[in-house]
């Protein structure tokens, strides 16, 4: 009886908070997603405006029915700012999941006030649930791990998360859209641990830059990341922009450079639609404690940003819209069909040289050098090409395609509503490249070429006639979110639904298949596209490591 009394009365005291099970087993256990819930299920009941989470529309478990658990944290104060955090997108990269717990929890505690005053936040911490709970201690064998082991990389179909979200494969990413039309984040952050890069930064980090995303609110998101990277700085956390050394030939080390534009990686696709992104990657040879704790500081500092400068955010995204509709004005705007990587500064960052076990198993650090290096950390847009005025979707896709094209927020009108006076336009095929491997289970098409409005050379089996115009979805591109509608529909796009095999049954005609092919599956609409020049071959973007 008097333990009881004693008991309730720390817990009124607020000195009973949930522990993680890191915590519980010093350090032996990461989370699973059983144990997440406990967690935040007991930190929800000392917490009011802490509750759970589900977007509207969106799935509630992954495919294998693991739970796709998410959080709320109401703002304290009024009009905040909503933040999105994610953790686990990588199952092996376990920290940023048991980070955005001790986060939440201090949150809860109110060590934070400004920061609850300011911010509303969502997180789901095991994103890759499937993941998530296939602990094993042989995954990721190079980093130092907690006992009971880490998750792999990819779901439980082999997909890679964070590869997903323009084709969106996944219910994953279809939860992640969802909760975008739902909860409609300013910020989005993406929790990784890098694959083994040799440098001293404990976090490094990178904008929301995927190509064709508005360049002004790309560079803004840069500079949050280089204002915190100083605050961090003050605290003894090195951190700097994501990237690896590029070596010459004889493996010395000349530059600092990223290469990771491609919309389909969850921190990437934010700007598409005018929204801040941050790609964390925790350095993979600090020890698990110390990683969970080079997240938790880098997170809090960015919401402590994010909420400093949240009028700000709101304007910076809205003007970045403003300039979307004002292209429009002034004729069609043009986009990049890739980005590539450019001077941005010159950098001080130390190569280290690591001491390895028979096993390759990480033991410490030999030595360290500190080089000065051309850092290249920040992208231009490269083949800008004439946007169409929107897009004509075969009618025969609509109900594989139309799902997808609303799920990126996109408005679909029946193709009778296409803009009469405008050109209908013809992709003029000059070159393919089908990939020799499978890329997340699809041999990829990149397709380069143009749009005319002469007829194609060859007959289809099944010509457009003016009743499927009429019933093809149509796209218009000069609507809020119609740069996803051009990296999603044009054929040349590294990333869009073409590249993903969607149209391969109409595109690709292997041998044994015998007569014409059918009618190409997309047109375009406008004669503002008709000026485009071939476009120019894109990178691959598999050899990325995150
Ligand atoms: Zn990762």
């Known amino acids: 009886m008097r333990i009881a009394l004693l008991l309730a009365g720390s817990l009124l005291m607020g000195q009973d908070w949930p522990k993680t099970i890191f915590e519980q087993t010093e350090f032996k256990q990461t989370s699973t997603v059983a ?55 990588h199952a092996g ?26 911010l509303e936040i969502v997180t789901l911490p095991t994103y890759n649930a499937d993941g ?3 602990l094993d201690p042989r995954n990721r064998t190079h980093q130092p791990n907690p006992a009971g082991g880490v998750g792999p990389r990819e779901n439980a179909f082999g997909l890679d998360l964070n590869r997903d979200m323009m084709k969106a494969a996944s219910a994953n990413v279809q939860w992640l859209l969802a909760m975008y039309r739902d909860f409609d984040p300013s910020c989005i952050m ?5 694959n083994g890069s040799y440098h001293g930064f404990h976090i490094t980090h990178q904008a929301s830059w995927g190509t064709g995303g508005d360049q002004g609110l790309s560079r803004f998101n840069r500079r949050m990341l280089v204002e915190v990277q100083e605050k961090l700085k003050g605290q003894g956390l090195p951190t700097y922009d994501y990237g690896n050394f590029r070596m010459d030939k004889d493996r010395k080390p000349v530059a600092w450079e990223t290469d990771f534009a491609s919309p389909n990686l969850t921190s990437n696709y934010p700007v598409l639609e005018y929204r801040l992104g941050v790609l964390v990657e925790t350095y993979v040879y600090l020890g698990y404690p110390e990683r969970i704790e080079a997240n938790r500081k880098f997170i809090l500092e960015v919401l402590a940003w994010l909420a400093e400068h949240k009028d700000e955010v709101k304007a910076q995204q809205q003007a970045a819209r403003t300039r979307w509709t004002e292209a429009w004005k002034q004729g069609a705007p043009k986009l990049p069909l890739k980005a590539e990587p450019e001077e941005t500064e010159k950098a001080t960052i130390d190569l280290v040289e690591p001491l390895r076990d028979e096993n390759r198993r990480y033991l410490g650090e030999k030595n360290r050098t500190t080089l000065v290096l051309p850092s290249f950390v920040t992208y231009k847009d490269m083949d800008l090409v004439g946007v169409p005025t929107g897009y004509l979707v075969d009618p025969a896709y609509a109900r ?9 927020g996109l408005k679909v009108l029946p193709g009778s509503a296409r803009p009469k006076g405008e050109t209908i336009l013809n992709f003029h095929e000059t070159e393919r490249t089908i990939s020799k491997g499978a890329y997340q289970g699809v041999f990829t098409l990149q397709l380069k070429g143009s749009w005319k409005q002469e007829p194609l050379p060859k007959r289809a089996a099944y010509p457009w006639t003016n009743q499927d115009l009429d019933q093809a979805l149509y796209v218009p591109v000069n609507q809020p979110l ?25 595109l690709i005609r292997g041998s044994g298949m015998w007569g014409d092919g059918p009618r190409a599956p997309i047109m375009a609409v406008g004669a503002s596209a008709m000026e485009a020049p071939a476009g120019a071959p894109v990178k691959g973007n598999e050899k990325h490591e995150d």
């Not at 990269?93 to 300011?118: F, S």
């Not at 993406?190 to 890098?194: A, C, K, R």
Request: aromatic content about 8%.
């Open 482 to 506: 119609g740069r996803l509608a051009f990296y999603l529909l044009d054929p040349r796009s590294a990333d869009g639904l073409v590249f993903w095999g969607i149209f391969h049954s109409s």
């Open 132 to 134: 998530t709970d296939a």
């Open 93 to 118: 990269e376990v920290e940023g999941k048991d980070a955005l717990q001790l986060v939440l929890r201090e949150l809860a505690q109110g060590k934070h006030p400004q920061l609850r005053k300011a």
């Open 400 to 408: 594989r395609v139309r799902p997808m094209l609303e799920a990126h």
């Open 190 to 194: 993406d929790l990784h641990t890098t």
């Open 35 to 89: 144990d997440v819930k406990t967690f935040m299920s007991a930190l929800a009941k000392h917490t009011p405006g802490l509750k759970p989470y589900h977007p509207k529309g969106a799935p509630t478990t992954t495919e294998t029915g693991k739970p796709l658990n998410a959080w709320r944290l109401a703002a304290t104060g009024r009009d905040p700012l909503r933040v999105y955090l994610n953790g686990n997108i």
